[in-house]
């Protein structure tokens, strides 16, 4: 071959070469351009880091849906009384966590090891600040004061023991204090036996000047006041609690009067709870069933059922105002809620819709309530306030002042809503150091059911 023809031919290459590197490169650049990043990342948009998410965001994933590459999740809720306001209490729908004092990494105040479920990964604070409108907290009488406990048989236990109710408390009323048009709802398991227990502790976490009165609260199932009248009247935390006599005695209403509620699996829950203490005890346990989950399942959630808890009125009562709609599994595992709030909780909700008589839940009470596969929980929160305010598929959409029916054309990613920051708070949405570890505390102690000292126990 001519040596000037591979001369050429050479050169060609190496031309060649070097255009690809420039179109490598280019490609390169568009594609970093074309990606979002600080701040700039909407609902499943892909992240590598927090900070990649727009306001309300977090990044996150959900492996057990097979989303195992980070995207931005929904991690607050739109406060729906900023958006359509002045209508009665009893008209929308609310986020409430179940225990929301149980959370992962808390430390142990008893210096022993917690032996428990655990339900939440941030602080109360925090779960008000990103939307959370009602809270599930245990009290019990223990070491001469009222502590938060997840706990079985009305006792509290060093080892069960998160920290007094009034450290919890005086976070609600911070909160309050610094958002004077919010409205905070507490659900008390109540196992205080103290005379004038609450109503003292309420008052000594300067909670009193808040109080909903009992005397002010429909009986037969009427509509409650607007939520601007109970702001002007600085009524603005109602409180209840699973003793009757307590209404009479301190003024807390009695929970059954005033909520339906659909079944929830506590008792299944502490009777597992107490069987587990019961073979710790006798040293039954090994680390060896570290990480085992029970494998027939999980009795707490059954798709297609809604029945009534056994305290509760039936469903379809209209002598009742409020709905509570439990939804959180027997066994709360960390990583697998982010599919639990996914299809199967738009399904329940449809379910206890028909079986409440075509009534949407006022609260929602999930564990761990920023896990989802984008919009979770929030997303079902603007559903149904949407509908019951303004007729429109989502809260986002709703028009003030507007005809019923009068909807904002919002494009809706394919399985989440945009996020929409009005009405939601700025609140940190990252979770505590635990939550996005691949440490699960709940694996442990779920696993331990699993053991022969528990068969022998049935």
């Known amino acids: 071959m001519p040596a000037c023809f591979t001369d050429y031919l050479s050169l060609c290459r ?39 998410c727009g306001p309300g965001l977090y990044c996150g994933n959900c492996p057990t849906l097979g989303k195992t590459q980070p995207f931005c999740t929904r991690g607050q809720a739109i406060i729906p009384t900023s958006v359509i306001g002045g209508l009665p209490f009893n008209k929308y729908s609310w986020l409430m966590t179940h225990n929301s004092f149980s959370i992962v990494d808390a430390p142990s105040l008893q210096g022993v090891q917690r032996l428990t479920f655990y339900n939440q990964e941030d602080t109360v604070t925090n779960q008000l600040m990103n939307g959370v409108r009602g809270l599930m907290l245990d009290m019990y009488d223990f070491n001469g004061e009222i502590w938060l406990c997840h706990s079985f048989r009305g006792q509290c236990f060093n080892f069960t023991a998160f920290q007094p109710a009034i450290n919890t408390l005086r976070e609600v009323e911070a909160f309050l204090s610094q958002n004077p048009s919010e409205i905070v709802t507490i659900i008390i398991e109540d196992y205080v036996h103290t005379p004038k227990g609450l109503s003292n502790l309420f008052t000594s976490a300067g909670l009193d000047k808040y109080w909903f009165p009992v005397s002010k609260m429909p009986k037969k199932g009427e509509d409650w006041p607007t939520v601007n009248e109970m702001v002007q009247a600085n009524h603005r935390l109602l409180v209840f609690t699973s003793v009757a006599s307590k209404e009479a005695e301190e003024g807390i209403a009695y929970q059954w009067k005033y909520i339906l509620e659909n079944e929830g699996n506590g008792y299944i829950r502490m009777m597992l709870l107490s069987r587990f203490i019961f073979c710790t005890r006798y040293r039954l346990l090994s680390k060896q069933f ?100 303004c007729g429109c598929n989502t809260i986002a959409a709703c028009q003030a002042g507007a005809p019923f029916g009068s909807c904002k054309n919002i494009s809706m990613p394919s399985s989440s809503p945009m996020t929409s920051t009005g009405g939601s708070f700025s609140g940190s949405v990252q979770f505590s150091k635990s939550a996005s570890a691949v440490s699960y505390p709940n694996r442990f102690v779920v696993g331990l059911f699993s053991i022969p000292c528990m068969l022998f126990l049935l």
Request: aromatic content about 12%; hydrophobic content about 40%; overall charge neutral.
């Open 290 to 389: 570290n990480g085992i989950l029970v494998s027939a399942g999980d009795p707490g959630v059954k798709p297609g059922s809604c029945p009534k808890r056994k305290e509760s009125r039936p469903l379809n009562s209209k002598r009742v105002s409020l709905f509570l709609m439990n939804y959180f599994p027997t066994y709360p595992v960390e990583n697998e809620a982010c599919k639990e709030h996914s299809a199967p909780l738009a399904d329940m909700i449809g379910t206890c819709f028909k079986a409440a008589g075509s009534m949407l839940p006022n609260f929602i009470a999930v564990n761990f309530y920023m896990r989802s596969d984008g919009g979770g929980v929030f997303y079902d929160l603007d559903s149904m306030n949407g509908q019951r305010l």
């Open 14 to 52: 190496s031309i060649a070469a070097i255009g690809y590197f420039f179109l490598f490169l280019f490609s390169f650049f568009i594609t970093i351009s074309a990606a979002c990043f600080n701040g700039n990342c909407q609902v499943l948009d892909s992240c590598s880091q927090a900070t990649d």
